[in-house]
């Protein structure tokens, strides 16, 4: 397995602090010529200073340009869902990209797909070039036995994030995962402790088979399967897209079908929904006459609660990057990866508690 080579700013550093002077404010007219002739060294020596430390600049980026060339970087083929499906996948796109560059001793390369056999060939591809790790967020939580066992008969170490999948634990290192079936029973508890007399629901889906679309809605059935209260008006996906999630509604407010809650698997569909609620001059929101929930913790999805305008929105955590990363360090130093499931610490937050502050700490 290849190392991971950093390069050291440690010189560069030492040398920029010796190049700081401080001295006292004499008077230039009274000072002796031999003081003079020391100044002069001393601007000698800065100068010589300032070339050391440009040298060792050059050191190091030497050192890096040669650790990519002798093949040292550890390199990982990175598979995850369009970045443009939400703003919990930018954020967690942009998480990965910052983290698994050059300077951090890897080099990573991406593909991106909704879809699951798309993804699985950008795995098979991945494998065929030799990458040290396959990094998988799947679309689809089966499907995936045959392409793992490729990947470990080829040496390459799998790593999931974000999602689960439906596999044997030994074909893969670890995961690092959001509990989705936590996420929807946090949220469902949420919904029945509003105390509604009847509950009369708008379910918008996400991408169907994905661990959050089935975390996400497994809570919801089980409890309207159980409450003779709680009854699904229309259950559909909208694929996290907001535009579908607001024709979804729409279709119900043309219908005329009564609902006083809205539950959308992510925060772009509570937006959608939102949209369409708007355009037909329904209340929502605290003291409106539709529950708003979404899932993900956007900050202006938060925000949307902070103003009233939403009434729950579930916590996704998108920032794994570290998490994966202390993942590999384990294994690069030959030890044993302690814990096969790494579940993201996440929470539920409600329109009549959330504070600014929790906007600015879990906003994405």
């Given at each position: 397995m290849k190392k991971k080579v950093v390069a050291s700013l440690l010189t560069v550093a030492m040398a920029a602090t010796m190049i700081v002077g401080c001295g006292s404010q004499a008077d230039t007219a009274d000072a002796p010529a031999d003081d003079a002739a020391a100044t002069d060294d001393a601007a000698a020596d800065d100068a010589a200073a300032?070339?050391?430390?440009?040298d060792d600049?050059?050191?190091?980026?030497?050192?890096?340009?040669?650790?990519?060339?002798?093949?040292?970087?550890?390199t990982v083929g990175i598979i995850n869902n369009d970045p443009n499906e939400s703003g919990y996948r930018t954020a967690n796109d942009k998480d990965l990209k910052d983290f698994f560059t050059e300077e951090n001793g890897y080099q990573a390369s991406f593909a991106y797909s909704l879809k699951n056999d798309e993804q699985i060939?950008?795995?098979?591809?991945?494998?065929?070039?030799g990458v040290d790790y396959l990094l998988l967020s799947a679309a689809d939580t089966a499907g995936w036995d045959s392409v793992l066992q490729d990947a470990q008969d080829a040496?390459?170490?799998v790593i999931l994030f974000d999602r689960t999948i439906d596999a044997p634990e030994d074909l893969y290192e670890a995961s690092i995962v959001s509990d989705m079936d936590k996420e929807g029973q946090t949220a469902v508890d949420w919904l029945a402790s509003q105390n509604l007399d009847e509950y009369n629901i708008i379910h918008i889906q996400g991408v169907m088979g994905s661990a959050a679309q089935k975390g996400r809605s497994g809570a919801l059935d089980e409890k309207v399967a159980a409450e003779s209260n709680w009854n699904i008006v229309t259950q559909q996906t909208a694929e996290w897209n907001a535009e579908k999630a607001q024709q979804i509604v729409q279709s119900v407010i043309d219908s005329g079908k009564s609902f006083n809650v809205i539950y959308a698997e992510n925060d772009d569909m509570a937006k959608g929904a939102v949209a369409?609620?708007?355009?037909?001059?329904?209340?929502?929101?605290?003291?409106?006459?539709?529950?708003?929930?979404?899932?993900?913790?956007?900050?202006?999805?938060?925000?949307?609660?902070?103003?009233?305008?939403?009434?729950?929105?579930g916590q996704c955590n998108p920032?794994?990057?570290?998490?994966?990363?202390?993942?590999i360090k384990t294994i690069e130093s030959g030890s044993e990866v302690s814990e096969?499931?790494?579940?993201?610490?996440?929470?539920?937050?409600?329109?009549?508690?959330?504070?600014?502050e929790d906007v600015d700490t879990y906003g994405i």
């Amino acid at each position: 397995m290849k190392k991971k080579v950093v390069a050291s700013l440690l010189t560069v550093a030492m040398a920029a602090t010796m190049i700081v002077g401080c001295g006292s404010q004499a008077d230039t007219a009274d000072a002796p010529a031999d003081d003079a002739a020391a100044t002069d060294d001393a601007a000698a020596d800065d100068a010589a200073a300032d070339d050391a430390a440009a040298d060792d600049a050059a050191t190091d980026d030497a050192a890096a340009d040669d650790a990519a060339a002798s093949g040292d970087l550890i390199t990982v083929g990175i598979i995850n869902n369009d970045p443009n499906e939400s703003g919990y996948r930018t954020a967690n796109d942009k998480d990965l990209k910052d983290f698994f560059t050059e300077e951090n001793g890897y080099q990573a390369s991406f593909a991106y797909s909704l879809k699951n056999d798309e993804q699985i060939a950008a795995a098979q591809k991945f494998i065929t070039d030799g990458v040290d790790y396959l990094l998988l967020s799947a679309a689809d939580t089966a499907g995936w036995d045959s392409v793992l066992q490729d990947a470990q008969d080829a040496g390459t170490r799998v790593i999931l994030f974000d999602r689960t999948i439906d596999a044997p634990e030994d074909l893969y290192e670890a995961s690092i995962v959001s509990d989705m079936d936590k996420e929807g029973q946090t949220a469902v508890d949420w919904l029945a402790s509003q105390n509604l007399d009847e509950y009369n629901i708008i379910h918008i889906q996400g991408v169907m088979g994905s661990a959050a679309q089935k975390g996400r809605s497994g809570a919801l059935d089980e409890k309207v399967a159980a409450e003779s209260n709680w009854n699904i008006v229309t259950q559909q996906t909208a694929e996290w897209n907001a535009e579908k999630a607001q024709q979804i509604v729409q279709s119900v407010i043309d219908s005329g079908k009564s609902f006083n809650v809205i539950y959308a698997e992510n925060d772009d569909m509570a937006k959608g929904a939102v949209a369409a609620l708007d355009k037909a001059n329904i209340s929502h929101g605290v003291d409106g006459d539709v529950i708003i929930m979404g899932f993900d913790c956007n900050k202006w999805a938060l925000q949307e609660l902070l103003d009233g305008n939403w009434n729950y929105d579930g916590q996704c955590n998108p920032f794994q990057a570290a998490y994966i990363d202390g993942i590999i360090k384990t294994i690069e130093s030959g030890s044993e990866v302690s814990e096969k499931v790494v579940i993201m610490d996440e929470k539920g937050f409600d329109a009549s508690t959330i504070t600014q502050e929790d906007v600015d700490t879990y906003g994405i």
